[in-house]
Every structure is written in structure tokens, then in C-alpha cells.
């Protein structure tokens, strides 16, 4: 089944991420040397956003310029929500959901994302 590319609807991007992700049982991420790719808030000053998708295929869109060494890694959606979200939340970092091509998309608090999955899963 080919996949719906990620458009310019974020909201659309966003809604798309809790039922893919938990379907998967996991999130994707990209993973270097140094850790998780961050990158700085368009909305927050000093604030940091992690980027999660809900499909391997849209996180390895991502894989070039400044994250080409970066690897796409899965999250199990069970360890992403009982210790990254919280974990975030305390280091003050917000969850990039299903950015587009264009590296554009929500920026939310993690534990409102656990909030929107723990309702999802339910």
C-alpha cells in the first residue's frame, strides 16, 4: 500500500500521527553520534524540538544535509510514552510530530502527546 505523503496540513500531519503510531506499536526517530536529531523551536525561543513521524518512510525523508549520518530508529510506543515524553517535559524539550519535507510542522508539549495517546490507546 503506498503511503500518503506528509502535505502542509499540519493539524492533518498531527491527527494522522496518533492512530499510525499506535497501529505500529512505535515512533520513528533519527538517531546520530551525539544522540536524537534536535533542532531549534520556530515558535519558542531557547527551546529545543525532537522530531518524531509515525512511519519509517517519512523519517527517512529526513536523512540528508546536517542529519545525513543519522540513522532512522524505532521507539516502542510504550517506552516512548512511560519514559521519553516525561522524560522530555523535564529537559524542557518539545515533540516534533510528522514534519513535512520541509521540516515544518507541530511543535508540542510531550505530555500533552501522552495525553492524546493514552486516549487513543484506550
Request: charge should be negative; glycine fraction near 6%; hydrophobic fraction near 40%.
Amino acid at each position: 500500500m503506498e503511503l500518503e505523503p506528509l502535505g502542509d496540513d499540519f493539524e492533518e500531519n498531527c491527527d494522522r500521527f496518533l492512530p499510525e503510531a499506535v497501529e505500529q506499536g512505535c515512533v520513528w526517530a533519527l538517531e546520530g553520534e551525539e544522540g536524537f536529531a534536535l533542532c531549534e523551536s520556530e515558535r519558542h525561543a531557547d527551546t529545543d524540538v525532537m522530531p518524531f513521524w509515525s512511519q519509517r518512510e517519512f523519517a527517512e525523508a529526513h536523512v540528508a544535509d546536517d542529519w545525513a549520518d543519522y540513522q532512522v530508529v524505532p521507539v516502542d510506543l510504550e517506552e516512548f510514552m512511560d519514559d521519553w515524553l516525561t522524560g522530555m517535559h523535564e529537559d524542557v524539550l518539545l515533540v516534533g510530530i510528522n514534519w513535512n519535507q520541509d521540516m515544518e510542522g507541530e511543535e508540542i508539549e510531550p505530555l500533552d502527546l501522552l495525553e492524546q495517546l493514552e486516549q487513543e490507546l484506550q
